[in-house]
């Protein structure tokens, strides 16, 4: 699945994909990193796919620009039908501000309602560099509450 990052007036549109992750490719995804003041609010990616194995509905995702990988994706189903949980999202620290995050996350959304969901949730842990601002300027909303482990709520219809 691809999309064009950037506007319309850019003479090469730059392609994002989401794309499995291989024995081939798994160090390279793993070695992916946020920002420093960003760390307490994403798990690492080797972390991210460990938990994977162990969630039977999990489906992560490397996030590249070209050939390059650039970020990773993560959900599972949520806990009421036709819901999906976005449970990790990253961009590379040397690839963010780039509009590619919302790029990405528009091929998240869209492989999500291909899938039949008809709603996505996340959470967020709420803090000076978290993803909040971020989730809302792409159409999140505020649920109002927080998860058992503190975490702030949000949904978006798809
Ligand atoms: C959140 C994250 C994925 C955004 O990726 P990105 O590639 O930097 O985002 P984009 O460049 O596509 O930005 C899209 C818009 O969101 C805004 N934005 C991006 N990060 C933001 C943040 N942390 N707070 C507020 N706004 C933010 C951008 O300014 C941009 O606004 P615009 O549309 O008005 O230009 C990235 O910052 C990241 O990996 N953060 C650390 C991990 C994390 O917190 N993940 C989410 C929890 S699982």
Redesign the pocket.
């Known amino acids: 699945m691809t999309a064009a990052a950037g506007d319309g007036g850019q003479p090469a549109p730059i392609s994002v994909e989401l794309r499995e992750i291989t024995k081939d490719t798994v160090r390279e995804v793993c070695a992916l990193e ?1 920002r420093n003041d ?1 760390k307490g ?2 798990a690492a990616n080797a972390l991210s796919i460990a938990q994977a194995h162990f969630e039977p509905t999990a489906v992560f995702r490397a996030i590249y620009l070209g050939e390059q990988p650039i970020g990773f994706v993560q959900w599972r189903d949520g806990g009421t039908p036709g819901t999906v949980v976005l449970w ?4 590379d620290r040397r ?8 790029t990405a996350l528009a091929l998240v959304l869209l492989q999500m309602r291909r899938s039949g969901f008809e709603t996505v949730e996340t959470s ?1 842990v709420r803090g000076p ?3 909040l ?2 989730y809302l ?1 792409q159409g999140f909303v505020e649920v109002g509450q927080a998860t058992p482990r503190g975490e702030w709520l949000l949904s978006k219809a798809l």
Do not use: T
């Open positions: 946020v960003q609010y994403v990790r999202f990253m961009i690839h963010q501000s780039a509009g590619l995050g919302r967020v560099s978290g993803p601002d971020f300027s």
